[in-house]
């Protein structure tokens, strides 16, 4: 595929209305207008790109369409100076995936208001794993700060939140040291909300009351909803007094029944949260925020992937309201040929790993990086100041891989050793390597979890098409 023909995903409408939606080829003059050609590494998928994926006449309005309302990349070119070919960015809202084609495609063109540079401490898979849900959620946690919400004040209702943005709320304000309640209807969601930091789950059935009470007893000091209709009313009319609740959702339903007595007579907020149209300093401020003190811990652990190949049958999960957490969508991967990448998924109690590479060196390296990025929460925080060489003996790559890991996890235990950067080199008798990395900085370094040790069981290396696939299950 050559720079002038990419990839996307696009959806079409025939003369008789009926909609298609697949994997097409186009290019480069089909792009729309724009200061700026980004080569997309990754985009997520969030439900307005599932009703665009669709035909949804309120957000694809020209045919035809490539959806995806967030991407992050590289600058390809540049028709202005703030910003320049190899520059990392990302881009949220907007028109974004609605009216204008959108980040499901391995080029797209943008406006140069619209773009990001991509934070120190964020990768650009991490960007795409917050994406619009992240930012969403971050705009809804400045609302609250703004308006006095502190931990000190009491507990933050979050509604809908196994979704998206409801799971990245809970992730940002349990780790700003906020009592969170998670309101769901997914049983199974329980256990992975208490992983993010919610200290009590409500059934959704808790904040639906339909007595037509215009005040009810005030039970919140703040609250994030997701979804609208009677559930905002109810939070709004059992929000504490001076409280603020922010609202950025309606799935429930976009009618607000109520008084305004919570209002007048409890001094109550409501913020509405514009997360497409928002003010482009706000947008910088938000993600330096996201990328420091407000990352969730285990963010890797919020996110399933996907690539445009498995996007169909993901947009049917998210609109029958079965995804939990985030999907990202990787379209070209990590810049300048590096395909390496990985991903944390749970495994009953134990935490497994997931690496893809195109080679046993790049698979083990990456398999390093994925190891530490669940011990500590920012690994951008960890520099290269210390060299640790190494060489293992063996002739089974398995058990190369299960071994070159323990060596790096017992440097973390013993010496106290964080590695951000790794190279290896496989041979037919073993493998040398070098990690590089510093000791551990409790100022500036977050551990999120104390990985034990590197288990043989359910060990996995094999081919995978022209690359290596590699899980690695490690016991917490």
């Not at 007094?241 to 409501?270: E, K, N, Q, W």
């Not at 493998?431 to 500036?444: H, K």
């Amino acid at each position: 595929m050559t720079a002038e023909r990419f990839k996307c995903y696009l959806v079409t409408r025939d003369h008789s209305g009926k909609v298609s939606a697949g994997i097409a080829e186009k290019s480069l003059d089909d792009l729309p207008e724009g200061e700026v050609l980004v080569r997309v590494a990754y985009s997520s998928l969030n439900y307005k790109d599932a009703l665009a994926a669709e035909g949804h006449p309120g957000v694809a309005r020209v045919f035809p369409h490539v959806p995806g309302v967030d991407l992050a990349g590289v600058v390809a070119s540049s028709g202005v100076y703030e910003w320049v070919e190899g520059d990392r960015v990302l881009a949220t809202g907007f028109d974004l995936g609605a009216s204008r084609w959108g980040g499901y495609a391995e080029y797209t063109r943008v406006p140069q208001d619209w773009i990001v540079p991509l934070p120190e401490g964020l990768t650009l898979r991490e960007s795409m794993i917050l994406g619009t849900a992240g930012f969403t959620a971050g705009l809804c946690v400045d609302a609250l700060q703004k308006h006095d919400v502190s931990p000190e004040n009491g507990e933050i209702v979050v509604t809908g939140a196994s979704g998206g943005v409801g799971s990245m709320a809970v992730a940002i304000l349990a780790k700003l040291g906020y009592h969170v309640a998670a309101v769901t209807g997914k049983e199974t969601a329980h256990e992975y909300l208490q992983g993010l930091g919610a200290e009590r789950i409500l059934d959704r059935g808790e904040v639906d009351d339909r007595s037509g009470r215009p005040m009810l007893h005030g039970r919140w000091a703040g609250a994030v909803d997701t979804v609208g209709g009677n559930i905002l009313t109810t939070i709004l009319r059992s929000t504490r007094h001076d409280g603020c609740v922010a609202a950025c959702g309606l799935t429930a339903g976009d009618g607000l029944t109520m008084t305004v007595y919570p209002f007048i007579l409890r001094g109550l907020s409501l913020a509405g949260i514009d997360a497409a149209w928002g003010p482009v300093p706000l947008r910088h401020e938000i993600w330096r925020r996201l990328a420091g003190p407000w990352k969730p811990r285990r963010l890797e652990r919020m996110a399933q992937r996907t690539d445009l190949s498995g996007l169909p049958e993901k947009i049917r999960e998210i609109r029958a309201g079965k995804i939990t957490g985030r999907v990202v969508v990787e379209i070209g991967g990590e810049p300048h040929g590096r395909s390496p990448m990985h991903e944390i998924f749970e495994h009953t109690a134990d935490l497994g790993l997931r690496i893809r590479a195109d080679d046993l060196d790049g698979l083990f390296a990456e398999a390093a990086r994925a190891m530490f990025s669940a011990i500590v929460t920012n690994l951008g925080q960890v520099h290269p100041r210390q060299t640790v060489s190494l060489q293992l003996e063996g002739d089974r790559h398995d058990e190369l891989l299960r071994d070159w890991l323990g060596e790096l996890l017992y440097a973390f235990h013993a010496d106290h050793m964080l590695f951000c950067e790794f190279e290896v080199r496989l041979t037919d008798t073993g493998l040398t390597a070098t990690a590089r990395g510093e000791s551990i900085d409790t100022g500036r370094h977050e551990i999120d979890a104390e990985l034990k040790a590197v288990t043989y069981h359910g060990l996995k290396l094999q081919r995978e098409g022209e690359g290596w696939l590699a899980e690695v299950i490690v016991d917490i």
